[in-house]
């Protein structure tokens, strides 16, 4: 600082300097490394989804001359022409509209797949990706289609947290676009940061650490430390910690299938930390560890491709008498040129000036400037502050309403339903759950209860869910908080497709008052049950009541006839006296 009389003037505003030309090598880099992780995993991809990784000491690397797409790069690059189309502050529906004229139903899978058919439906994001809506919201479509937003923002980490989070939306929901954000933070620091443990911690700033994503980085960062500590450091024994914690035993069952966010993201990482910085090492760590791991690989190797620019990657690789610039897309319809059917070229040079262009338009609109000096230009962006990331979404600490007035008086309330199961290590298991105040899932990646029987000879005509409280209490409300829906085929239209089950067809309250059930009078519920809607929190009110039980009982849905639940949350008040009579039922 400055003393002038007696006054304390501030220093300028800290800023970095970055030329047009590094940005470019970044970008190229980053768009080639991509190409070459998605290509080393493409043989593996799914293969190795259980406790071993692949045994191999390597993979063969699959260098070509023409690339082609698939959705680790395609939708990146349907988000690039979408930004030069729309520019940065694209809405939702312009944004829908760019997704309709140029996707269909080649090449785009789970979560991509399940917008798009809700796209043709009129819906537009985020309801798109909403886990009200997209039964694949968990999945890693984000994630692995908007890592390029990051490399859009370069030194500018809250640009590239907020154009994730929008972009991510478009496909899902929660803590797997808390991963796209993650990722995106990373890839817009890493023009400024070469070490991959800074990377990660910073990318980790990026996310809500009630989220799930932030729980799996800050495990994988915290084993790769421990492992390091001990002096020798071996991946797969942090693989085996990241099963364990994630798929296996130590899981609760919150583990959906080897293309969920959350699994995938882990993998990302102790690729990043174990590969030390070696584009060749980390890309193959992230093949090598299983999973996703065409994914993966791409989205490591495009980090490192951004740190080491393309002019630092691996000769060996990038000899162009083996590896070429043709980027070749298969399945976007209309790009680059409108008028030209599928299959289509572009170059990985002209990618990366589309990135460069864009670039510089997101680094004068957020507070930097370009300048000339000399043959080259220069561009001075601000040096970042503290970035925000989505709110939090703690646990609550217990249940709420009359279940909390009765548990705090000492009146026991006991869940029970019409298949009941109380493991506490395996969430789809554990029908104590309903009453633990845990209504959102989307952050926590708690699953829902479910009443599913397997192998059932035959499948339930009725499905109930009840709290029992061990004296009578004033009954006037019911809230239903439904759980997911169990798909039957992964990539089918949620319309279309037969799920094997998860929702209620019908559905009613009954009170239990000395033994006899009754349906309470004035009874009405808001919104409607939709088959098509998820999660939904269905409110039944009607005149009060009294009794020991309150239940939810109706008709499940699905070919295993079986639904799912994540609370039953009752209103109402403790009697004074509890011998209360119930209310005239009418009978």
């Known amino acids: 600082m400055l003393l002038i009389a007696g006054s304390v003037c501030p220093a300028a505003h ?24 998605n290509a080393a995993g493409r043989e593996t991809e799914g293969l190795y989804s259980g406790s071993s990784p692949n045994p191999a000491d390597a993979v063969p690397w699959q260098i070509r001359q023409v690339w082609d797409a698939d959705d680790d790069t395609d939708i990146e690059y349907l988000a690039l022409h979408t930004l030069f189309t729309c520019g940065f502050d694209c809405n939702s529906s312009r944004i829908a509209g760019q997704w309709l004229e140029h996707t ?25 990706g909403s886990r009200v809506y997209n039964e694949h919201w968990y ?18 980490p809250q640009a590239a947290i907020d154009l994730a989070g929008r972009f991510g939306r478009i496909t899902n929901d929660g803590f797997a676009v808390h991963a796209a954000q993650f990722y995106a933070a990373m890839y817009a620091h890493a023009f400024f940061e070469p070490n991959a443990v800074e990377l990660v911690s910073r990318g980790l700033e990026a996310v809500p650490t009630s989220s799930r994503t932030a729980a799996v980085v800050r495990d994988v960062l915290e084993w790769y430390r421990q492992d390091a500590n001990d002096g020798a450091l071996d991946w797969r024994i942090t693989r085996q910690k990241l099963y364990d914690t994630y798929q296996g035993a130590d899981s609760f069952g919150r583990y959906y299938n080897w293309v969920e966010s959350t699994i995938n993201t882990g993998a990302t990482v102790l690729a990043l930390l174990y590969g030390g910085g070696d584009f060749e090492q980390t890309v193959q760590i992230a093949v090598l560890a299983g999973w996703d791991c065409d994914c993966n690989p791409a989205t490591a190797g495009g980090l490192l491709g951004i740190i080491h620019g393309f002019s630092g990657l691996p000769p060996e690789l990038t000899d162009p008498a083996l590896c070429g610039s043709t980027y070749l897309n298969v399945s976007r319809p209309g790009l680059p040129d409108p008028a030209a059917p599928l299959p289509q070229s572009d170059t990985i040079t002209r990618i990366a000036i589309y990135m460069l262009v864009l670039a510089q338009e997101n680094i004068l609109r957020h507070g930097g400037s370009r300048t000339s000096e000399g043959l080259s230009v220069v561009y001075r ?28 008086a000492g009146i026991t ?6 298949v009941q ?50 004296q009578r209490v004033r ?57 098509f809607r998820i999660y939904q929190a269905i409110t039944f009110r009607f005149a009060p009541a009294v009794g020991e039980a309150i239940r939810l009982i109706g008709t499940p849905g699905g070919s295993k006839r079986f639904t799912t639940i994540m609370e039953l949350e009752v209103e109402g008040d403790l009697c004074e006296d509890p011998n209360e009579a119930t209310i005239d039922t009418g009978s």
């Open 139 to 156: 999945s890693i479509d984000s994630q692995i289609c908007t890592e390029i937003l990051g490399a859009l923002s370069p030194g500018l």
């Open 413 to 418: 309330v006991t869940p029970a339903a019409s």
């Open 14 to 37: 800290a800023e970095r300097a970055i030329t047009a030309y590094r940005l470019f090598d970044g970008m190229r880099g980053m768009w080639l490394g991509q190409l070459i992780g």
């Open 475 to 531: 009954f006037e409300a019911v809230t239903f908080h439904e759980g997911d829906v169990v798909w039957g085929k992964l990539n089918a239209y949620s319309r279309e497709d037969e799920p094997l089950g998860g929702y209620f067809e019908d559905l009613t309250v009954q009170i239990r008052c000395d033994g006899q059930y009754f349906e309470p009078q004035d009874l009405r519920s808001s919104p409607e049950l939709d088959r």
């Open 381 to 408: 962006i601000p040096e970042p502050g503290l970035v925000a990331a989505e709110p939090e979404r703690p646990d609550p600490n217990g249940p709420s309403g009359l279940v909390a007035k009765a548990l705090a």
């Open 421 to 470: 199961r109380y493991d506490p290590e395996r969430d789809r298991n554990n029908l104590d759950s309903i009453i633990d105040g845990v209504t959102d899932n989307s952050y926590n990646g708690r699953r829902p209860y479910y009443t599913y029987i397997p192998n059932a000879s035959e499948p339930s005509e009725v499905d109930w869910y009840e709290l029992s409280f061990s």
């Open 104 to 128: 269909t139903a080649d090449g785009i899978y789970v979560a991509n797949r399940q917008a798009w058919y809700l796209m043709l439906d009129g819906l537009i994001p985020p309801e798109t």
